[in-house]
């Protein structure tokens, strides 16, 4: 049954990797595989509908970027004429929110799956023998989580993945913890090790070439018990300390790195040294670590000072918020990282990642100790910084504030004045933010709280309205300065700051783009109604 037309559809979201469970299916029908034809598109690449397509297979990622998935559901859809039974639909949002994609009427009939395709293909992918599906006979056959990822298809989109070059693999799946805020349980299940990394990489090479990079997606490596022997392994890779690859007919040999992407965890790396005494030992950059409440402060503050032992000074690190921390949990922990970099001469950078619940299709989520207005000037500050709280003290206190306080007034600055701060503290003749200052300190401390409720009540683009629910004329003075800049203001002050101040950027800070983490959230304009007041973690897994 060769020679089948297969359509894989990845949604037209940014995403830094690319679709790991997607380039398994390609080898699975592909020329190594069933020998069909196998065409990858990123979006709505219409030039699809000229086609017929035998099968369609969709991915999906983050469950916030529901409207890109329906987008790319409903295109899908499309291509198949309304042949749902042709659709298959997988990865994380598909998981995490089952029920929502098979409650939905118009995608009635289409497969969704949930849960990696661990089962011999037919049983992974529901197919229904009776009715003579294609490929419905592989019962026995290999499980396509296992194959070798097809990393040809990549070719046939223009998108360009940040992290790209690279070994894509498991040592591990699942994890022995049950946090709330992830889904990694309800996807993988619980700690389990994969197959052969050697074999995989070898695969590889031969297949489509050496890779500079090896990035490991597994959930908790560290609390394998294989650990030692996969470290093992990756040093028997190549993957040692300042390792080099040099490709045949090259003349300048690129530096190889090695990622645990997901992080390791900081409660089992304090126990015993032995494990960062690993981890140096292979060309680990950076060491990844969660830091998600000040409740784990003791075991990440040993883990971070084990691994300068053993000369692991580049750090990066995950800090969950609006989960059950306020502003002070989270700024106490970026603040921490600046009293490491100080004390122990390295360098760790900190990715802020906002908390959605695994299952809602938005990023609306507030949680309880912070407020929609003060999780909006947090995002601002990221933009600003392009994600990334750099342990650097000046770059810190510049972006943050040198204690809470400073942190708790910047939260609470007009929005217009936190990404332009450049602009209103040393170039704007009007000097609106010296003006602003000084009506803010004749605020009461119950008339601030009244501002951020208020502030947190409405939409920015409706701001002009709140004077009129002050209760003094101190907050409806303040209330003036909150209202957004219009366009054409903000463009001329763009235009005349840029001829000023050349801003800092992302290579400055010493952090390559694929170093970065997978999405923070930086392009999200919070437009929905805010709740009424009072009323990951961000996932960080990957397909």
Request: proline letters at 5%; glycine letters at 6%.
């Amino acid at each position: 049954m060769a020679n089948k037309n297969i359509l894989l559809i990845e949604p037209g979201y940014k995403n830094k990797y690319p679709p790991l469970g997607l380039m398994k299916i390609a080898q699975y029908h592909g020329p190594r595989g069933k020998r069909d034809r196998v065409r990858f598109i990123k979006g709505e690449d219409r030039s699809v509908l000229n086609e017929a397509w035998d099968r369609i297979y969709v991915t999906t990622l983050f469950s916030f970027e529901y409207p890109k998935i329906s987008q790319a559901i409903d295109f899908a859809l499309e291509v198949a004429n309304g042949q749902a039974d042709k659709v298959f639909v997988g990865g994380i949002a598909a998981s995490l929110m089952h029920e929502r994609f098979l409650d939905e009427r118009r995608w009635h009939g289409i497969r969704f799956i949930k849960g990696l395709l661990s089962e011999a293909p037919a049983v992974s992918l529901q197919l229904d023998d009776f009715a003579e599906e294609l490929y419905s006979s592989d019962t026995s056959g290999r499980p396509i989580e296992d194959l070798v990822p097809d990393y040809d298809i990549l070719s046939q989109i223009d998108y360009r993945y940040p992290v790209r070059d690279a070994y894509f693999a498991y040592t591990s799946r699942g994890c022995i913890r049950k946090c709330h805020f992830c889904g990694v349980p309800k996807l993988e299940g619980m700690q389990r090790d994969t197959e052969s990394l050697t074999d995989l990489v070898r695969a590889i090479d031969e297949h489509y070439g050496p890779k500079k990079d090896l990035i490991l997606m597994d959930n908790n490596v560290v609390a394998s018990p294989r650990f030692k022997e996969i470290i093992a392994e990756i040093r028997d890779l190549g993957f040692v300390p300042d390792a080099k690859l040099l490709r045949p007919g090259a003349k300048v040999a690129v530096q190889r790195r090695v990622d645990f992407n997901q992080g390791v965890d900081a409660r089992i790396l304090c126990k015993d040294p032995m494990y960062l005494r690993e981890l140096a030992t292979i060309c680990l950059k950076p060491l990844r670590i969660a830091f998600d409440h000040l409740g784990v402060r003791k075991p990440y503050e040993q883990a971070v000072r084990y691994g300068a032992d053993f000369g692991l000074t580049e750090l990066s690190n995950y800090m969950l918020y609006n989960f059950h921390d306020g502003p002070e949990d989270l700024f106490e922990r970026m603040r921490l990282n600046v009293a490491l970099n100080e004390e122990l001469g390295i360098r760790i950078w900190s990715f802020p990642m906002r908390y959605q619940p695994t299952n809602r299709p938005d990023r609306g989520h507030i949680g309880e100790k912070w407020s929609r207005y003060q999780l909006r000037s947090m995002q601002i500050i990221l933009q600003a910084t392009h994600g990334i709280v750099s342990g650097a003290p000046e770059f810190f206190k510049r972006a943050f504030g040198d204690t809470f306080d400073d942190y708790a007034r910047i939260l609470l600055l007009p929005h217009d004045f936190i990404f332009n701060r450049t602009w209103y503290e040393r170039y704007d003749p009007d000097q609106k933010l010296y003006e602003f200052q000084s009506e803010f300190k004749k605020l009461h401390a119950d008339e601030r709280a009244e501002l951020l409720e208020l502030l947190s009540s409405r939409d920015p683009r409706e701001f002009v309205l709140l004077s009129d629910c002050a209760s003094s004329e101190r907050v409806r003075r303040v209330l003036r300065f909150y209202v957004p800049a219009s366009k054409d203001e903000l463009a001329s002050i763009w235009t005349k700051q840029k001829e000023l101040v050349r801003l800092e950027s992302v290579s400055d800070l010493g952090l390559a783009e694929d170093e970065r983490v997978e999405d923070a959230g930086l392009d999200y304009e919070d437009e929905s109604p805010a709740q009424p007041i009072p009323q990951r973690r961000m996932e960080r897994i990957t397909a």
